[in-house]
């Protein structure tokens, strides 16, 4: 049976990272997390002093430095995922912090990051079988794909996800930080004159504020099996 190409895209922490993934190894496809492709540019930045005090990127330098990054996906056998490299070195936990969050919208506004991270993307999915979560994969990425979903949820409960998230990991930060993060990286994502983050017209839409976890799977399984059965 042909493998299709599924297009996952939303707002920050709607959770369309766990259906992704979930559904990937369900199914058997490649599970690829384009936002930590952003997340390893903006490591990267913080990495070689390219973000200045007023948390603007110094984008000469960056787009010079360019060639230099390389992001890669390996699966890491415990958790059966894929973990993001960063020329080689496996930063899977280091890009999840507030600090990676806080500065990653303006470095993702930039153009030629874009055309970049999205060169890599579409080489990644070129031969169908793969399920790809982050703002543009329907609209820019994919825009012929198969299947597109768009997840929301409401902010709290975005918040609340994200917030259990970090202190799982041993963050614990002020929970209003974690919102105002929350939405003004929404508000940068939806405006950027590149690739904003909007719901693909030939996209289903899933507000999954009040599904569980198996729900939101299930209903996705069913989605697929529409398409392919
Ligand atoms: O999904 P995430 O929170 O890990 O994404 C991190 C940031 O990267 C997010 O603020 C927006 C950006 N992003 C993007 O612009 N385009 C994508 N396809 C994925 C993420």
Same mark, same amino acid.
């Given at each position: 049976m042909k493998k299709i190409t599924i297009a996952i895209d939303g707002h920050s922490s709607c959770g369309k990272s766990t259906m992704a993934k979930d559904?990937?190894?369900e199914i058997? &496809? %490649? &599970? %690829?997390?384009s936002g930590a492709m952003y997340r390893c540019? $903006?490591?990267?930045?913080m990495r070689h002093n390219l973000v200045n005090p007023d948390g603007t990127i110094r984008a000469d #330098?960056? #787009?010079?430095? +360019?060639? #230099?990054? *390389?992001?890669?996906?390996?699966l890491n056998p415990e958790k059966g995922t894929p973990d993001a &490299?960063?020329?080689g070195e496996n930063v899977e936990r280091e890009i999840? $912090? +507030?600090e990676v969050s806080s500065h990653v919208s303006p470095v993702a506004a930039?153009?030629?990051?874009r055309t970049a991270m999205t060169a890599q993307q579409q080489a990644m999915g070129r031969d169908g079988g793969i399920v790809m979560d982050g703002r543009d994969i329907g609209t820019a990425v994919f825009p012929d794909a198969e299947l597109k979903i768009f997840v929301t949820a409401s902010d709290e409960i975005r918040a609340q996800r994200r917030y259990d998230e970090l202190a799982a990991k041993g963050e *614990?930060?002020?929970f209003n930080a974690v919102l105002a993060n929350l939405r003004e990286r929404d508000r940068i994502d939806s405006t950027r004159a590149v690739a904003p983050l909007r719901q693909a017209p030939d996209a289903l839409i899933l507000d999954n504020s009040h599904l569980t976890i198996p729900e939101q799977k299930l209903w996705l399984l069913e989605q697929f099996h529409k398409l392919t059965q």
């Open positions: 559904l990937a190894r058997g &496809y %490649i &599970y %690829i997390d540019c $903006t490591l990267f930045c #330098e960056l #787009e010079r430095l +360019m060639p #230099e990054i *390389h992001v890669s996906f390996q &490299y960063l020329n999840r $912090t +507030m930039l153009p030629f990051v *614990h930060p002020d």
